[in-house]
């Protein structure tokens, strides 16, 4: 299994990136795949995820309404669509894949950099 992050970068408040989650080695519909984050000096949160069986989705309440989850199954990847970032959203973002509820026991990626300057 392996999932390779992509889209990172600088941008200004108020700007847009989409992460791009790339997954191989899979059977992509048996797994949910989610985006968290890591700020530095904070504890890794989640930020959206969506099952790549049926479509369903799920957001925090930091991403709901400016964040945007999409799978593409032609190309085994996730992405994040991220809208109106804030200072505040910067930091390391990761995707992972996992059968069951915990995340922790799930593939991870390496993470790409978001910097959103004020």
């Known amino acids: 299994v392996q999932l390779v992050e992509s889209g990172g970068g600088l941008v200004q408040a108020g700007g847009s990136l989409r992460l791009s989650c790339a997954a191989s080695?899979?059977?992509?519909?048996?797994?949910?795949i989610g985006w968290f984050r890591q700020a530095p000096g904070k504890e890794r949160e989640g930020v959206s995820c969506?099952?790549?069986?049926?479509?369903?989705?799920y957001y925090t309440d930091s991403a709901r309404g400016r964040f945007t989850i999409t799978s593409d199954k032609s190309k085994n990847t996730v992405y994040l669509q991220m809208n109106s970032l804030k200072p505040e959203d910067t930091a390391i973002y990761y995707c992972?894949?996992?059968?069951?509820?915990?995340?922790?026991?799930?593939?991870w990626g390496q993470g790409t950099q978001v910097t959103v300057s004020s």
């Open positions: 969506i099952s790549s069986g049926d479509g369903s989705t």
């Open positions: 080695g899979f059977t992509f519909d048996d797994y949910a």
């Open positions: 992972a894949a996992t059968t069951t509820t915990n995340w922790a026991r799930g593939a």
